[in-house]
């Protein structure tokens, strides 16, 4: 059936109507009185998601785009930085290192584990030369499902007093509690398309006064992600170059949506959802590939046994219209991954299980009791 699309992938996500009939209007001039008033209404807006007084920058670029602005604006040729690795998006921030030159040291966990904090302390201990510059971590590493312990490393990072900490929270930002002055967080990136209910197009940095001091000296070269140049035009509402004002129109409305739900409760929801899916796939016999201590609030990964998880994604879609995300890179064809972050709701979590029971049921799969999965997400929704 046509238009029935239900995306249940970790980016795009789906996207409110209020948000999509509010981008669907002429754009207008991104110099005008106009454009301003919605640029502060979402500046104020986004400081308030980062839950930070500082700089949140908005640049027209995917999350990709972010990060790399949040790691080439504060660092100089030949800096040593360590970078968090434990999945495909934090092998993607040793390469962005490494393409500017910085001295990199990739600290590494197995696919599927979180990293190790203590790695972080003992290097940075270490390190009584304070050559260190940068400490570059994912918090929810999205090709797996594993949400890294950002507080801990976060704390031995400050311990360190030198090292900037440059994080990407692109699947965390929405999702989960990150206050991020309380924490000190230096910069922050991340991106529309996945916790903000809009689609893609925007990505947003989160710098504060510390990072400001390290990007005077910086050397790295930029110019489109000069982050100099988007809060000096923040300062006056504008950017310096041309926004997809259209999307401005849909974020100030995302904003507004979020706003009235308050930070707790999408919190709260994100984590009711996360307990769900996760208590559901394991009434269903099947494995969860992340622990439950590190399990990302936007994700959840799977690695079935008995039964394919490339079948298990096709039937969804064929049958059911819903979209699952696949492994990535050596976990491809072995797990499949539910998104369950931004604009979803209880009720997409017992659809989505409901439509994966069906699907098992399809592919022969017996090991468990139809019904398990739904009745253990459902007993979750119940008392939270
Ligand atoms: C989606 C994502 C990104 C950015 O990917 P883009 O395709 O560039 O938007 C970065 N980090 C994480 C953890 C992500 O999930």
Redesign the pocket.
């Known amino acids: 059936m046509e238009n029935k699309l239900m995306l249940m992938i970790?980016?795009p996500t789906p996207v409110p109507e209020q948000v999509l009939l509010a981008m669907a209007k002429h754009p207008i001039g991104h110099r005008s009185g106009d454009f301003s008033k919605i640029m502060a209404e979402v500046t104020d807006g986004l400081k308030w998601l980062h839950q930070t007084q500082n700089d949140v920058l908005s640049l027209t670029v995917?999350?990709?785009?972010a990060?790399e602005a949040a790691i080439i604006n504060f660092l100089s040729p030949g800096d040593r930085v360590l970078v968090g690795s434990n999945g495909k998006?934090g092998e993607r921030w040793v390469e962005v290192a490494q393409a500017y030159g910085l001295a990199v040291e990739p600290i590494t966990a197995e696919w599927g584990q979180p990293l190790d904090p203590e790695t972080f302390r003992e290097t940075l201990e270490a390190d009584t030369e304070k050559t260190i510059k940068a400490v570059i971590i994912?918090h929810?590493?999205?090709s797996t499902g594993v949400l890294n312990d950002l507080e801990t490393i976060n704390r031995h990072v400050k311990a360190h007093g030198e090292a900037l900490i440059i994080v990407?929270t692109?699947?965390s930002l929405g999702s989960y509690n990150l206050p991020i002055d309380a924490l000190g967080l230096d910069v922050v990136a991340s991106?529309s398309?996945?916790g903000y209910m809009v689609p893609?197009g925007l990505g947003f940095v989160a710098v504060n006064a510390r990072a400001w001091e390290a990007y005077k000296t910086a050397k790295l070269p930029r110019f489109y992600l000069d982050l100099g140049k988007y809060r000096k035009d923040a300062a006056k509402n504008t950017t310096p170059f041309t926004p997809p004002v259209n999307m401005f129109f849909g974020l100030q409305v995302a904003l507004r949506m979020m706003q009235a739900e308050g930070l707790e409760n999408i919190f709260a929801r994100h984590q009711r959802l996360t307990s769900a899916t996760r208590a559901a796939v394991k009434a269903m016999g099947l494995p969860l590939f992340a622990p439950d201590h590190a399990a990302s609030p936007a994700i959840t990964s799977v690695i079935p046994d008995r039964v394919d998880a490339e079948q298990i994604r096709a039937v969804m879609k064929k049958r059911y219209d819903i979209v699952l995300a696949g492994g990535q890179d050596h976990l491809k064809g072995k797990i499949f991954r539910i998104g369950h972050l931004g604009f979803v709701s209880d009720r997409d979590i017992l659809t989505a299980i409901g439509a994966l029971e069906a699907t098992l049921q399809e592919l022969g799969y017996e090991s468990f009791t139809p019904g398990a999965g739904v009745a253990a997400a459902a007993k979750v929704f119940a008392t939270s």
């Open positions: 970790p980016g995917s999350g990709t785009g990060v998006f994912t929810s590493e999205t990407d692109v699947t991106g398309q996945k893609p």
